[in-house]
């Protein structure tokens, strides 16, 4: 049976929740990036994405998309949604212990009993001895990690939308607060392929929209429009594709660190960025409602995250600046690029990044009606 159109009060209810919910990770993502850039633990230095890893990112955005869509089309869905229940499953743990590790330190008491554990495996011996794992962690990221246990085991077993939701807001947390572009430059690059490869892909093909329906994970946000008649077992969703906040996140980063380099205590193009980001996502909504169709939402968040700043920067006589800042060089003089997954070491913090940095492909959003984002 075709379900009932989501009443005006459900519907502005849903869309206000998730570009709340979209806001959140980015400010506070684009605020730890400036401590995760300063870390002076190699274990926990963020990624550094380059022009020439921007460039190849939505051809090999567009091969995994239209891999799994194949997937999909030969294989069993329930298999392969198995498999990648399990995956996300881990690594959910690992992104949730990550986020809310900060917050959780503030509870423990002074004299909580705090104990150093490691886990280190190696391979080979003597000289030619290589650490694989290097995992130190302490008793309370095992709380954190219990804590966020019981969040995977909720999700896994029941695949709530409240569960996916605390996932895909501790990946995309951590997607903004540890994948780092180098300067404006490839921001600009990075943003402008994936504007075609969305455009492409949601209105040239169905493969998108197949793909989306087919996959179980949360590589998005979801909110009932029909919460205010089902409450917590509503199940006509909008959804708005974790994508859709990372990748305009980590630019947004880009020009908070840029603002603090600028050293005049103003924040000018981060704020600008953020206002530009919620206008383009509300627009998305907007253009969405009007024309009942599934949009790309990188098609209106691309030219406001970057025409936005880029407005100020023309007014302010700041564009060389801009587009000279780079800010890998207040990182180290070599930094880790994207292609290259380093060791896992250090912290749970350091192994949720090494384990995120690995879903390459940002993940894309759509629905199974109109209201897809």
């Not at 060791?343 to 894309?364: I, W």
Request: charged letters at 15%.
């Amino acid at each position: 049976a075709a379900r009932p159109p989501a009443t005006p009060e459900g519907m502005a209810l849903a869309y206000g929740s998730l570009v709340l919910m979209a806001m959140l990770p980015i400010f506070f993502g684009a605020l730890r990036s400036v401590r995760c850039a300063k870390s002076k633990n190699s274990s926990e230095m963020p990624e550094t994405i380059t022009s020439r890893d921007a460039a190849r990112f939505p051809i090999v955005a567009s091969c995994t998309l239209l891999g799994l869509y194949l997937f999909f089309k030969i294989f069993s869905q329930e298999y392969i949604n198995l498999l990648l229940s399990m995956y996300f499953f881990v690594l959910g743990i690992l992104a949730l212990s990550h986020t809310i590790s900060p917050m959780m330190n503030r509870f423990f008491p002074a004299n909580f009993p705090n104990k150093q554990y490691q886990l280190l495996f190696t391979q080979g011996s003597g000289e030619s001895k290589e650490e694989i794992v290097n995992y130190e962690f302490d008793t309370k990221d095992l709380v954190c990690l219990a804590l966020s246990s019981v969040v995977g085991v909720w999700y896994l077993l029941r695949k709530h939308w409240i569960a996916n939701n605390l996932f895909g807001l501790a990946f995309s947390l951590n997607g903004v607060e540890l994948l780092h572009l180098n300067n404006v430059s490839t921001g600009c690059i990075l943003l402008g392929g994936l504007f075609i490869y969305d455009v492409f892909w949601v209105f040239g093909t169905n493969v998108m929209v197949t793909v989306a329906k087919s996959f179980e994970a949360p590589i998005k946000l979801v909110f009932p429009q029909d919460l205010l008649e089902k409450g917590l077992d509503a199940d006509n969703f909008a959804m708005l594709g974790l994508g859709d906040i990372v990748i305009p996140g980590i630019f947004i980063a880009l020009l908070l660190r840029f603002d603090i380099s600028l050293k005049k205590n103003t924040h000018t193009y981060f704020y600008t960025s953020f206002v530009a980001y919620i206008f383009g996502l509300g627009l998305t909504i907007f253009i969405m409602h009007i024309f009942k169709h599934a949009q790309p939402a990188l098609l209106y968040l691309v030219p406001a995250c970057i025409g936005f700043p880029l407005l100020v920067a023309l007014a302010k006589g700041e564009v060389t600046e801009m587009f000279s800042y780079e800010s890998s060089a207040e990182i180290l003089p070599h930094t880790p690029r994207l292609t290259h997954f380093p060791a896992v070491s250090g912290s749970p913090a350091s192994l949720a990044a090494s384990m995120q940095q690995k879903l390459s492909c940002p993940r894309r959003r759509r629905q199974h009606s109109p209201t897809a984002m």
